[in-house]
């Protein structure tokens, strides 16, 4: 499939600009949409390059707990990871100001809380400065650009050994994946390594079929180097870089001799950063750096528990925490996963010869069974490693969905699918990341409902349902608004309460939106709307409940004072809360005309 003419080299070229177009589109998206404080794990990245910054060329991870963006048991803490990105991200920023990181950092202990499930995310820190910060945008941008390179990549690989309508497809699959959208807008050594491992993987497809050479040699030599300073899991691209080098020289002996003598020469540039997370963590690989399960999840329970899930997060899993979308929307791209699946086994029961499908088989098999086996012992994000590291799988599966159709509608079931994968991609846009990660704009609307200190706002209150049984769900909506800059983070408390008693039923704390939009990040003069869970106690035996809500300082546990719109105190002595209205709970009457209520303009 190598281009032949002037002519077809100006096609490939049309079509690798094209597939760029496409994902700098998309990218812009998410990257406009989609706010990076909203991602607290990049806060480790973010302090490494601060710390480069600063003048520590080779930072590494502390344990200190009084430092700002210090390791908690490794999860807080890029530190560990090879420097080059960080290296690189410095020099990008050096026209921008930057601060020490502690002047930037503070605890979100509620990061991807859910309703659902316990609180605390898996990282506790969050960024103060705004959206706006030239440093942050100086980051964003670099790492969407780097991501020009996947389409680029992914392309020229499978343009090697596929026809042009298959190769477009694989690269839409690649650019258009939720995963690597979301690492390529953010700040994330994996906006590197993604590029990188899509370049290696389509110069070790060359070499299978073009043969073996000086420059393709020195290329690959530098793609690796620069991958292994990238991200450890650079390992296993020399599967794929061993079989080629096999298929090329012919024999076992000549190929292992050849492969040594190249290997000996990537290594040299190799052992530093080896001999580095040696010396700083006793262990090559800085395993340290991984979150341990504290016990070995058995692969039966793993499958059972966690198998389904794998399938789920390959399309959503968005490095900082756990988005679900419903079970159709997984049954639907598995039912257009299908044809490509059965073309591909049909493919490699019908190859006479050992052909570069098993070359990207073996590989994008190795990356799953690793990604597994870590799972069973560490808190890893390895459905994401599979999606972004494992880019085989596009080229396998692109090629797979050619055979599978007949000749006559293989070109417009190609056009099909890369549509559909389009589709899809904006759809875990709308439907599941923005729903997580962007607060929604809300209206002012009557009276508000009580001022805050700091300048906050809160303008309405809405309880659904209003008639509740013992176990049920409730939904609080609240419309927050800053009508000036606010100077701390502060956690929201949302309480239902007896009718007469102050005991507490049921409470929510978390930092707004669950912890993606602390207060420090708010916008002046843009309200908008901060949802809430509560589930009531199945024994409950009241005949309604009272909710309150409120603000406090999450490290001094201090409430935040509020008073009515007429300037009156809320309990004036207490604890501050604001009331928000009542739930009638089932098979109670209403609360009796003398009981004492607290009407509010946001419940009628």
Known sequence: MVPKTKRDFWIDFGLCFALILVYLLLGWFYWRLVAVPAKPDEIGHLTYV????????????RSDPNFPCGAVRGTTDERFQPPLY??????VTLPTPVRWPGEWTAPNPWFSYSWASAPGGNLAFCVQFPEGNPFLMALRLWSWLLGVLIPCG??????????RPAAV???????????????????????????????????????????WSPARARRLSILLVLAFYTRLEAVFLLLPVAFALLRTHWSITRGLWAGLRWGIRVAVWILPLFARNLFFYGDPLARVGLFPRGWTVPLGMWIRYEGWNTYRLIFTSLGTGTVYAPDG???????FLLPGLMGTIHLLCCTKRFSEIWMLLFHAVAVVIAAVLLSLRYIVG??????TAGLSWYMLWAAGYMTFWPQRVRYLALAGAIVFWYVLSLAVLFQILFPIYVPRAAERSGAPVAFLGKGIVLHRATITPSRA?????????????????????????????????????AQEDTFPFYGHYPTMLWVPGKPFEDIHHLRLPSDLNVPYVRLTTGLYD???MERLPAIAPDGTPFEAGGPYAIPIGQVVIAGSEAPPSGTRQHPHPAQK
């Open 86 to 91: 960080y290296w690189l991200s410095a020099l």
């Open 154 to 163: 992914v392309y020229l690989g499978a343009r090697a050994w596929l026809p």
């Open 382 to 387: 390895w459905p994401r490693y599979i999606a």
């Open 50 to 61: 601060a710390e480069i910054r600063l003048g520590h060329v080779w930072p590494v991870m």
């Open 554 to 556: 999450y490290k001094t």
């Open 329 to 335: 929307f997984y049954m639907l791209t598995g039912l």
């Open 469 to 505: 049984r013992p176990g049920d769900d409730l939904i609080i909506r609240l419309v927050w608004e800053a009508t000036e800059p606010v100077a701390g983070n502060y956690a929201v408390f949302v309480h239902a309460l007896e009718p007469d008693a102050p005991r507490i039923l």
């Open 169 to 211: 497809l694989a690269s839409m699959l690649a650019t258009t994946m939720p995963s690597v959208l979301f690492s390529q807008t953010g700040v994330s050594n994996i906006a590197l390594f993604v590029p990188l491992n899509a370049l290696s993987i389509a110069q070790a497809i060359w070499i299978w079929r073009s043969g």
